[in-house]
């Protein structure tokens, strides 16, 4: 044996893993069950990782995670006075609920998605050194981010309150309990998303400062701050193929309306969803053992 390389072996005999100074490598075979299975052995990692995350991001900060809950507040008084004031917007809950309430999961995406990008570069110590499941720091990342999306939640939570006290056009019913449903099929494409933007720009360093222009041109093609309706029918159809806006839609269906959501379209979303994190997981182990090369 080579110094520097270190070979486990199985109980039958095969080689497991091989480790030395370029990364990891798998011989043997994997499936979805056992990764899922090896990441749950390092779930205190993962816990450990986004709690680190959340002290570093609000660290001698005045209001602390008070400002999970000032930025999409801060955002939706300032669409809520453009598009009632100055570009009338017809929406049927009132407006500033309805900005709020695409603007919480959204602002959960992108805070997710952009922290993933980044995420195994700002751990390449680690990365180079040790081994264990890489998905512990973009997933590290989400649950970092849905902190965040909890705290914002509370006014959100106050806005559905109010409003339905006021005896506005809101309706809560049962269908609040869908929200389980849908924020499953968003955390499952902000996963895979995530999956493919770390590692995309671990490879190549321009993945991060692309994707800060494509988030922001993503935020304003989905229905966050105003509905997704055009009158071209072509124009249209491109907007349908968006898995965000359904997904968004669905959050103030079930949470605003009393209804459940559209079944074709936020089906769409979850297939979309499932395909893109399974395609990103089983990139992301095909190439993890050159991780530890590119960091």
Known sequence: MESGNVLNKTEDGRQAWREDVNGYVSTRPITAASR??????????????????????????????????????????????????????????????????????????????????????????????????????????????????????IVLVALMAYFAMTGSSINISWTVSLIAVVLFVQVVFTAGVSLFLSMGNLFFRDVRYIYSVVISLWMFSSSVVYPMKVADPRIQWLLNLNPMTPILDAYRDVLLKGKVFDAASFGYSAIVAVVVFLCGWALFYRLQHRFAEKA
Do not use: C
């Open 36 to 153: 899922f299975s090896e990441l749950l052995k390092f779930r205190a990692l993962l816990w450990t990782l986004a709690w680190r995350d959340i002290r570093v991001r609000y660290k001698h900060s005045v209001l602390g995670v008070a400002w999970a809950m000032f930025i999409p507040v801060s955002m939706m008084l300032i669409f809520s006075f453009v598009f009632t004031k100055v570009v009338k917007v017809d929406t049927d809950v009132p407006y500033i609920i309805y900005a709020y309430s695409g603007l919480l999961p959204w602002q959960f995406f992108s805070s997710s998605t952009t922290a993933a990008t980044n995420s195994l570069l700002a751990n390449r110590s680690l990365v180079t050194k040790i081994y264990f499941p890489a998905e512990v720091f973009p997933f590290s990342s989400i649950l970092a981010a849905f902190v965040d999306f909890l705290a914002g939640s």
